[in-house]
């Protein structure tokens, strides 16, 4: 009978431990399989928060590189503007003066601006008649 009863015992006690490592393995397993699929979410979802945050800084950064060279940029047309209206400014006068102080005819008054503003005869001349005032 000790046999037997021992033999029960041996078999129920491998059947115990079988089971106990079954667990383990099943807890195991989906645990690793728990911790992969954990480090694919967090990887994904920090790769989409990143692709954001850096859209937004990108956005931020473009914004000022943009309103810096807009302001450089209009900086120098109205530099350029500037200068044109002030040279146009300059011819008129110079034409005015020559019309009522100094009494020249309109062909002198051409040349002298020709040799002045350094522009070509024609431009001189269609600014002559531009600013030339009747009386």
Do not use: P
Not at 4 to 13: G, T
Not at 22 to 32: A, C, K, P, R, T
């Amino acid at each position: 009978m000790d046999i037997s009863a021992d033999e029960e015992k041996r078999l129920e006690y491998e059947a115990r431990e079988k089971a106990i490592r079954d667990y383990n393995n099943i807890v195991s397993s989906g645990w690793v399989r728990g911790c992969e699929q954990g480090r694919k979410d967090g990887f994904r979802q920090g790769r989409l928060e990143g692709q954001k945050e850096g859209r937004k800084e990108g956005r931020k950064e473009g914004r000022k590189e943009g309103r810096k060279e807009g302001r450089k940029e209009g900086q120098k047309e109205g530099r350029k503007e500037g200068r044109k209206e002030g040279r146009q400014e300059g011819i008129k006068v110079v034409i005015e003066v020559c019309q009522e102080e100094l009494k020249l005819s309109k062909n002198d008054t051409a040349a002298k601006v020709v040799r002045k503003f350094s522009i070509s005869e024609d431009e001189a001349e269609n600014c002559v008649e531009k600013y030339w005032k009747s009386m």
